[in-house]
């Protein structure tokens, strides 16, 4: 199946603002969410596509590969549940960069071709709890040995890898193209120098054995999705003893049953029942420190948006603290008895004795009616 566009997704202009972009996932998080449609194939779907789309357009870099490649610049196998997906554009870039900064060669110098490793990235989903309070854990990841068998030279033992002949050693070869020299990796050896006969079995000659090993990763509190911490050095190694590359953790917050998060603050939906909200009265809200009781006033519309100050996350970055919004949605009451009905029609009654005056919007909303008429 074709992927949607992103922004078709999210219902956004191409040149939408990442404030829009915000605006129009909380939208649609709130309709898709798994708490509101248990049980819906289709729903869940939907929140993943909305959720994925947010993600990559929320993310500068990830936004303007998609802009540039489409589908193909954000490549959805690295995206997800845990895992590893190495390098990205850069790969394809790798050799050229080798050419031209690698090992520091002087001029016309030699010796073997010295890469960097690649960079590794690890998914890592946590709650919005745990990012909003700070998070110690551990994680595997991999890492490489010397090969026991051929002590890293990817020989097998009781032979030697002999130099180069295309190259003589040197890890590079001349080309004249025109006016210009180019000098280039050696196709051979690829920029080592050295050719191995025989490679070691316990390694395919590589001289290395890959392991995992457990790394402790302490989360701050406020971390925000998509964030990345780097642990330096903890990427793939290096070639010819080139420097190890790093291993970036990228933060997956997990979707919440009650909060949506943008940026540091947080937003709820607040059922009331239609009475509280005619009436007025004391509420308790959940907020991630636990919950409070908050004054409803007399007269409440659906929609209205409470402000809690300071109720947010802390943001990790910004080191300021977010307000909670609480959106009232008035609940129509259900399954009523028939005396409660009867209650209603009573009050129903009296109402409309008391005119538009019980109504604002249905007033407002009647006036508009007219002149459409008119
Ligand atoms: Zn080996
Ligand atoms: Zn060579």
Redesign the pocket.
Known sequence: MAKRDFYEILGVAKNASEDDIKKAYRKLAMKYHPDRNPDNKEAEEKFKEVKEAYEMLTNPEKREAYDRYGHAGVDPNMGGGGGFGAGGFGDAFGDIFGDIFGGGRGRGGGGPQVYRGADLRYNLEITLEQAAHGYETTIRVPSWDKCDTCHGSGAKPGTQPVT?T??S???Q?RMQQGFFSIQQT?P??H???K?IPEPCAACGGAGRIKRNKTLEVKIPAGIDNGMRIRSTGNGEPGTNGGPSGDLYVEIHIKPHPVFQREGDDLHCEMPISFAKAALGGEIEVPTLTGKVSFTVPEGTQTGKTFRLKGKGVKGVRSGYTGDLFCHVVVETPVKLTDKQKDLLREFERSTSEGGAKHSPQSKGWMDKVKDFFE
């Open positions: 180069c295309t190259c050693g040197h890890g070869v050696c051979k050896c920029g080592s120098g050719i």
